[in-house]
């Protein structure tokens, strides 16, 4: 398996654009996360899913942000519009059958939003 | 809500000596309590885990303790080595919420 895969890696765009974020994780594996990352803020949980429907969205920013899982083996994230205290590293994660299980994190998206 | 938090922030400890990073947490629920590791530049990448009907877990140089009474839980490290400096997070899991420390930066001087 090769991991959880995350594109783009690196993405550069101007305030007020559109960033979708895409993510693939593990062949059955039932949970998805996506996080995000920065130097004041650490790493905080937006969403997660389990079997590809959404449990806990408290820690959505705000509306400027969704998420969709249309099936068990694709996600992504969309910043609409986006604004410079976007920018950080978004890290996807997927575990196995309970929440208790290992998270293994993609490689993450580095986003600056100009 | 779960409040988490880790002590120190940061510490820096000379190669071979030990290093102690201590996590507490509020809600008595929780009972899952793995750690990850995260290198510079790379994804965070779990290290050990302790669930708690379980005092100590131990995997060669790292170990982790569990009080789950007082609500903290320890990361050990032994024979610290350079490639042992990275963030390390803990977490707190519980049935319905996995929550993330602010992260201790571990620095090992050669």
């Known amino acids: 398996d090769a991991g959880v895969i995350q594109s783009p890696r690196h993405e550069v765009t101007e305030m007020g654009q559109e960033v979708t974020l895409r993510c693939k994780p593990i062949s059955g594996h039932d949970y998805l996360f996506w996080y995000r990352q920065t130097m004041m803020r650490g790493l905080e949980l937006l969403i997660y899913f389990n079997n590809n429907v959404p449990i806990d969205d408290s820690g959505m920013p705000e509306d400027r942000f969704s998420a969709k899982m249309p099936n068990a083996s694709f996600s992504t994230l969309k910043i609409q519009p986006s604004e410079p205290r976007d920018s950080a590293v978004y890290f996807c994660?997927?575990?196995?059958?309970?929440?208790?299980?290992?998270?293994?994190f993609g490689p993450g998206t580095r986003l600056t939003v100009l | 809500g779960e409040n988490v938090e880790q002590h120190p922030s940061t510490l820096s400890v000379q190669e071979g000596d030990s290093a102690v990073i201590k996590c507490t947490y509020s809600d008595s629920a929780s009972n899952y309590f793995p750690w990850y590791k995260q290198e510079l530049g790379k994804r965070p990448q779990l290290i050990i885990d302790i669930r708690s009907n379980v005092g100590e877990k131990k995997d060669q140089r790292i170990a982790v303790t569990l009080n789950k009474t007082a609500k903290h839980f320890s990361l050990h490290i032994t024979e610290t080595q350079p490639e042992d400096s990275a963030v390390y997070f803990c977490v707190v899991g519980s049935y319905d919420k996995v929550i993330f420390g602010p992260g201790t930066s571990l620095s090992v001087i050669p």
């Open positions: 994660a997927s575990s196995g059958t309970s929440d208790y299980n290992e998270q293994f």
